[in-house]
């Protein structure tokens, strides 16, 4: 799961973070333990996590559970995956895996990340106009309100 997180930042934000964020030598041990965190603490056991794998690899995963800020809310906090899979449906998959479709659900995208936009709108999330700036990147806050899931 690391290995997927630091190579998809790495591929998706080379250019929007700085380069010596990418490729700390740190990166993939932080990762890990994140990783092992998030699926060991009592606090994620409300949260659910999904991994996609391509012929045994991993190649994406996902996670979504309540929102830090309103617990009422859903909150997608990842969905990574690796660039030579962008366009696979894969996505799509993990998105449906982890959301309930029957829930508001929130997440933050980086405004410099067209493709990432246009994909999380096909699935009938739309920007509301919330930002914030984390490490230097603006993100801006989608919100998808209950109803069918895009399987596209």
Known sequence: MARVHVESWQETYRGLVPDAVLDDPGFPAARERQWLNTLTDQRWAAHRTAVAEHHGPLVG??????????????????????AEHHGSGTGA????????????????????????????????????????????????????????????
Not at 71 to 79: A, G, S
Not at 112 to 131: C, I, T, W
């Open 61 to 82: 995963l996902a996670m979504a559970g309540p929102s830090d800020d309103k617990p009422d809310l859903m909150h997608l906090y990842v969905l990574y995956l690796l």
């Open 93 to 152: 998959d993990l998105l449906h895996a982890v959301i309930d479709p029957d829930k508001r659900t929130t997440l933050w995208v980086a405004e410099r990340n067209p493709r990432a936009q246009a994909f999380y709108r096909k699935h009938g999330f739309e920007l509301d106009g919330g930002s914030k700036r984390e490490g230097g990147v603006l993100d801006l806050r989608m919100v998808r309100h209950p109803g069918p899931l895009s399987r596209t």
